[in-house]
């Protein structure tokens, strides 16, 4: 079978990895790719929210299925955009229609969806430039920190967490009136703070059955001791140690079933990915976010965890076969640390040459943020390796990890020391 991934990251390097290794694979294809993704398939120059792009490639190379990395597609609805087209409507999707991905797409929307459903989350109301003022008052009725989130994507950066009362209603009004994060802040949800632990479920669902892939957590903030501003990720570890199993089966029970089931109650069509971030409060669950794929970095740690073939787990999603599926579990601990550019999340320079990755034993570089020149590694974007190990536990795989991160080089590169700090 013929795989095109779509995606360019960490995320999308581990799953070509992965899928490369399956003796199902045919040709595999990752657009655009990175300079890691070279070594498992073949890279598309391509702009994955193009679809007319998308499909020229799926009809040129006969692929077989298409595997959506980030949300931006989906959101955007390219799953949808298959359905409706009479030469792609057969081939398989994973990653769910423009109508489901708004439970990423619009925090206000997944919001309704946990309240419909009893799912627990935190409490929460939306407002929009119009009741601004309700806005104000229903700050006042709440007790910091104050959380405020533009509804619709704003790369991350679109949560606000504040201390202060006359700074939330300031921020308030800068998202609402002013437009601070653009569209994605005509509307805002303000929402109850959770004081607790975070940390990832991640179900693959055909919209019928699901399957739990391992758990991770991320460490999202640039500095050590979780300081200083958010990134996509700048580490993670799985599994998750305090998410014991009587803290997992809460977690079927009370947030991944009624998901579930509420998306068939809507009548929503999920194939694909579901990562809910979650906050343990007291041992129990709340929902702090959907998201419609797998996360970056939590890939590089829940992949290399599946034994199971991948090919195989994607071939039964397809098919609404995902209840027949054993899926197997490597029991050891994954940890994966990224190695940024200097400067990221803010500005930071481009094209620095990558040396020593052929000296890294008994790790894993998945490559996000790098490009080919000639037969030369450069960077070109803020996260740039994830250095993935295995061990007994996550702390034995850490250090694996920051071993070999000694043994790679790139000028003004950055990495957090203290990935699991928490744990
Ligand atoms: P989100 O994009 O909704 O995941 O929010 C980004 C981050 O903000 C989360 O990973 C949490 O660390 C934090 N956060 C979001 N909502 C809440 C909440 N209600 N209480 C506490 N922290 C929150
Ligand atoms: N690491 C968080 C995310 O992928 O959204």
Redesign the pocket.
Known sequence: MNILILGSGGRECTLAWKLAQSSKCGDLFIAPGNAGTVKFGTNLELNPNDFKQVKEAVLNHDIQMVIVGPEDPLVLGIHDFFLEDNDLKNIPVIGPQKYAAQLEGSKEFAKEFMYRHDIPTAQYKSFTVENLEEGYQFLETLHAPYVLKADGLAA?KGVLILNDLQEAKKELEEMLGQQKFGAASSKVVIEEFLDGIEMSSFVLTDSENYVILPNAK?Y?RIGEGDKGLNT??MGAISPVPFADAEFLSKVEKRVIIPTIEGLKKDQIAYVGFIFIGLIRVNNEPYVIEY?VRM????TEVVIPRIKSDLVELFKATADKKLNNFNLDIDQRSATTVMMVSGGYPEAYDKGMQITGLEKVEDSIVFQAGTKLSGDKILTSGGRVLAVTSYGVDFKQALKQSYKNIEKIHFDKMNYRTDIGFDL
Do not use: A, S
Not at 295 to 298: M, Q
């Open positions: 991350g991320d999202k996509g990720g998201n996360g970056d970095p939590e």
